[in-house]
């Protein structure tokens, strides 16, 4: 359940971010959803090569709603530095398409 209201936000944010910009909509809200998953999957296999290497016990040794629990703020982080490398990016673009349409209209005068 809380996977499903995750995604939903996740791509709730990741939409209303390239609709601001004029971009793809679907496209921007599921790359959100799966950089949330990329973010979860690389703390499980880093996680995983820990224990394995550091520790006396298995990665097995864990329950899997525990590992599920640890990997989530991990894919929020992963999700949140996506969003906002994004809406920076456009913010520049932003500025320079709006730098070049007000030379465009002075050298028109």
Not at 16 to 38: C, M, P
Not at 89 to 95: F, Q
Request: hydrophobic fraction near 45%; glycine fraction near 10%; charged fraction near 20%.
């Amino acid at each position: 359940m809380l996977g499903i209201i995750l995604i939903y936000f996740i791509g709730k944010y990741f939409y209303n971010l390239a609709e601001d910009h004029n971009k793809s909509k679907w496209g921007f809200a599921i790359a959100g959803v799966l950089s949330y998953y990329a973010g979860t999957f690389i703390f499980g296999v880093l996680f995983a090569f820990y224990i394995e290497i550091w520790s006396n016990s298995s990665i097995y040794d864990y329950s899997d709603i525990g590992l599920g629990l640890m990997a989530v703020p991990f894919g929020l982080l992963t999700c949140a530095g996506f969003y906002f490398l994004l809406k920076r990016m456009w913010k520049k673009d932003k500025k320079v398409d709006e730098d070049l349409i007000d030379d465009i209209g002075k050298s028109e005068s």
